[in-house]
């Protein structure tokens, strides 16, 4: 069946760096495409979403990237904090609706 | 912002009883409402969609009579856990979107369920 599915289980970074999270996406009907973050013992957060009519969307330091010849999806956090210590998921969706598929998340992890 | 309320947010009970969480959308009209479950270190499953006055469309593999959904008001849906074991426990997730199309979607903090 179709899958989201992310390259890295867990992301380390210094404070202060840029984090890159990817996602690749199985999915061709797809036509959006969601980060949210979810800390532990929460539900997911919006982050930022982009549709498929775009390649790049920017957010209050992060940015998405959309790569539909690949299928791929990616999340930058510039200079990372602390506090964006959690777990990342893309999830997908089509047809406007709100069914999302989301991928298996990545762990990132901040360090001082 | 928009708020969507889960209650309880953590819920202990013995197997072979049912347990009831409560997804609330406390700002809006809610059409739609998602649930999902979550494993730890796992990603959310998606278990059943609930339109409001309609029966639930559950996931390939949900068992409806295991997972009984009501969503009888715009901003009430309820996921009733029957004869619970302790294989059912798990995080239990609502999300909630509005009337218009493209509405935003809106997730509940989650219920931790574990059955002894």
């Known amino acids: 069946g179709e899958s989201v599915g992310l390259h890295l289980p867990t992301l380390s970074v210094q404070e202060g760096d840029n984090s890159i999270i990817n996602c690749a996406y199985s999915n061709s009907a797809s036509d959006y495409f969601i980060w949210y973050k979810q800390e532990s013992g929460k539900g997911p957060q919006f982050i930022i979403d982009?549709?498929?009519?775009?390649d790049k969307r920017q957010g209050q330091r992060v940015t998405v990237l959309l790569n539909k010849t690949v299928k791929h999806l990616s999340l930058q956090i510039a200079a990372t904090q602390p506090g964006d210590s959690a777990v990342y998921f893309c999830a997908e969706g089509t047809g406007g609706g709100n069914k999302l598929t989301f991928g298996t998340g990545t762990q990132l992890k901040v360090e001082l | 912002g928009a708020v969507v309320s889960q209650h309880p947010s953590w819920v202990i009970c013995k197997s072979g009883t049912s347990v009831k969480i409560e997804c609330r959308s406390l700002d809006f009209q809610a059409t739609t409402m998602f649930w999902y479950r979550q494993f730890p270190k796992q990603s959310l499953m998606l278990m059943a969609t609930s339109n409001e006055g309609s029966k639930a469309t559950y996931e390939q593999g949900v068992e409806k009579d295991k997972f009984l959904i009501n969503h009888a008001s715009l901003t009430l849906s309820t996921l009733t856990v029957t004869s619970a074991h302790p294989e059912d426990s798990s995080f239990y997730i609502c999300s909630a979107t509005g009337t218009s199309y493209n509405s935003p979607l809106h997730f509940g903090n989650g219920t931790r369920l574990t059955v002894t």
């Open positions: 982009i549709r498929s009519n775009m």
